[in-house]
Each structure stands twice: as C-alpha cells, then as structure tokens.
C-alpha cells in the first residue's frame, strides 16, 4: 500500500527519550517538567474523581472550563471570547493543531510555515493535501524576514502558522511582527493558526503578543494553548483552541469526531485551579530563574549559548567543537557523555544543518547542575 506520509519516521522526541534510557543518560531532550505538579492541582483533579465526575464531559469541554478560559484571555489580551461558541476543550495542543489543519485545508491549499517549526505541523498540512511554503528563519535571531513572507505568498496561500515564544529556539515576536502580519493576513486573506503554548513561559519583562489581542488578526485566527506546559503536567494532554464563532464550528464539526471529548476529571480540576492567575502569572518568573541558573553553571563551557526569551528551551551552538551534523552529535552526546538533547535540524527537515542542540531546562536543579559538569566537560 502507498503510505499517506512517506517521509515520516518515529518523531526525535521518542527516539531521543528512548535513547537517554537506553544510556542511563540525563534527559533533557523531549520537553517536560521532571518535578511534580501543584498537589492542589493533583488534590482537586483526584477529588473530582472521587466525587464520580468521570464521565463524559461535552463535546466542547466543561462549560466551568470554558468560562475560566474565555476570562483569562479576557484579562491578559482583552479579547473576550464567548466560552460557549468561541472556545474548545482539546486533547493538548496537538489536537488542536491537527484538528485545526485537517477542518480548514483543502488538497492544493498552501500553507506558510516558519523553520525550524514544531515537528507535528507539517504531516497534519501535508496529510489533508495541502503544500507547505517553508520561511527559513535564520540564527541567532531566529525572527522572519518579512519581505520574504510576503513573496511566498499566492492566491492560494490558506494559512499561516506561527508560534511564539518558539520551541525550539526561545525567540518572542513582537508588537510589530504580529501587526506585519495583521496587514498581510487581511491584504491577502488568509488564515493564522497561533500555537501559543508557551504563553506564559516569557521572561525578562517581555509581554506575549497573543494573535487575540489584534482584533482584525483574531477574527481569523485559531489560537492553541497547553495547560500541560502551563502546570507541569504534559502527560494529562489538556489544551484548547480559541476562535470565533465562525471558524470555530468548523473545528468542532472534526473535534466531535475526532474525540468527541476529552478527560472530564482533569478539567474538573483546571477549571477551579485556573480561577487563582497567581497560578499561572508567575510561571515566566519560575522558568525565567532556571534558565539563568542554568546559564550561570554552563556560562564557561565551550558551547555558545543563544538568546532564550521564552519557552522552557535553550539552543547551544557547538559548531566551534565539532563538524558533526546535529544527529550524530546528539547521539555521541547522550551515548558517550550521559546527556540527551534535541538535533535541531529536525524542526528544520530539508533546510540547514545550523550545528544547534536544543536543552530543555524545566528540571530541578539537582538535573541542571548533573547536565552543566557534562556541558562543561565537553572539548
Ligand atoms: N506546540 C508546541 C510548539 C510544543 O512545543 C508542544 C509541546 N511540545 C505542543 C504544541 C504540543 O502540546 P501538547 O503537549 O499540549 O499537545
Ligand atoms: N513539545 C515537546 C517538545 O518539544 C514534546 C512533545 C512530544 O513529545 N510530542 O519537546
């Protein structure tokens, strides 16, 4: 049989997780927190269990969930949207992503994509026929060159995706990219799919610049968000997608026969827990605080280190240690040396190799002190 993704293997995530086990090796690879969640959280998830709130939720999610949603958008970007129409309860963001694309391309549509991109986009374009035109973003800035976004742009240009902060390089668009692209998304028609799973992982003062807080950006775009990344507990694989009301039943057209629905007690539990902003408001600080202690220990080794503003990764060039391509270079490095990382150039398939290793720092000290002695120890 001809497969339908004939350049999809197994994603570096579980090749790369597998591998640090294989080794015994410090994982700092795939991204998740390696301490616990809030046990408030757990308290209130395991109550909602115990009280036999385990059955289906609605299709859309809990409407207490929802409405909890709908009022923090509200407060951080001033977009209110309406949790009954405008807001669904998704699987992670993967779902939403892969909900998103499979509702809205058509076989032939294009689709802009910004490299290195998250791996999962492409298939999902790729899968429901559409064709991807790739933006190279280059290091150490890593931001688009706008004049060149807008001259892959055609008449059947469908849809951008962006996401910022950006996994995997750290970078943060701001005010002026998100009304560049504004302009050209009403000029040209065409629709943003804003992954905005690290909203809150943003440091130094810098303010997230949601595709919700620009009105005429936000009547076409759909926006995903993470609570695995939000409250440090991927393995629940709770997201949601906000949209008008318009676009959003399209996506729940798929997302009820996709899922039909997804975990009731965990949104039981977020949806009292997300009432309390300190419990998410002070997550840049949190991560920001692990990233500079990571630096600190790492600062003297022979690795240069680029910009992080976001996201719960930092990007070490060693193209001043090795000609090795990215794969073997991680994999020597987590067989060798006890330390697994991310090979950038698979966010980048079909582009550069630019000689970058991806780190994730949501680990305890204790793991980002064991991972620095092997960075440092690196000649
Ligand atoms: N988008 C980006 C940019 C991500 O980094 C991740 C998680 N690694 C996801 C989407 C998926 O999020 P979830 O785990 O909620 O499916
Ligand atoms: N988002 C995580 C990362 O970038 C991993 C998600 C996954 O394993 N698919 O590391």
Redesign the pocket.
């Known amino acids: 049989h001809l497969s339908k993704l004939p350049d999809v293997g197994t994603?570096i995530?579980t090749v790369m997780s597998k591998m640090a086990v294989d080794h015994n090796a410090i994982n700092l690879s795939?991204?998740y927190p390696d301490f616990p969640s809030d046990p408030a959280l757990i308290e209130l998830v395991v109550r909602a269990m115990r009280d036999g709130l385990n059955q289906y939720a609605p299709m859309p999610g809990l409407l207490s969930l929802r409405e909890a949603i709908s009022e923090k958008t509200a407060s951080l970007y001033g977009r209110l949207y309406d949790p009954v129409s405008e807001v669904t309860v998704t699987a992670g963001a993967?779902q939403a992503l892969f909900t998103a694309i499979s509702a809205f391309i058509y076989p032939g549509d294009e689709v802009i994509l910004f490299a290195p991109a998250?791996d999962s986009y492409l298939p999902a374009v790729e899968l429901y026929g559409g064709k991807a035109r790739v933006v190279q973003m280059k290091p150490p800035a890593y931001k688009p060159d706008w004049e060149e976004v807008e001259s892959l742009i055609t008449d059947r240009t469908k849809m951008l995706v962006i996401n910022s902060p950006h996994?995997p390089t750290g970078t943060v668009w701001d005010e002026q990219d998100m009304k560049t692209l504004q302009d050209l998304a009403v000029r040209y028609d065409f629709m943003v799919l804003s992954d905005e799973v690290y909203e809150h992982i943003i440091f130094d003062g810098i303010h997230h610049q949601s595709a919700s807080k620009f009105e005429a950006l936000a009547q076409r775009s759909l926006v995903t968000a993470s609570f695995g990344k939000t409250f440090h507990n991927t393995g629940w694989k709770l997201g949601y997608c906000l949209a008008p009301s318009g676009l959003m039943e399209e996506f729940r057209k798929v997302h009820q026969y996709n899922v039909f629905s997804v975990n009731r007690p965990v949104q039981e539990g977020l949806a009292a827990y997300l009432k309390d902003p300190r419990n998410y408001l002070n997550l840049g600080q949190f991560y920001q605080e692990k990233r500079d202690h990571f630096l600190k220990m790492v600062s003297g080794s022979r690795f240069e280190l680029l910009p992080s503003s976001g996201t719960y990764f930092q990007l070490l060039d060693y193209s001043s240690i090795s000609d090795e391509g990215d794969v073997q270079f991680a994999e020597s490095l987590t067989v060798e040396k006890g330390l697994a990382t991310?090979p950038t150039s698979v966010f980048n398939p079909g582009g550069e190799d630019f000689r970058q290793l991806r780190v994730?720092f949501a680990k305890t000290t204790e793991t980002l002190d064991k991972a620095a002695e092997i960075i440092n120890a690196v000649q």
Do not use: E, S
């Open positions: 994603t995530f795939q991204g993967t998250y996994n991310i994730c």
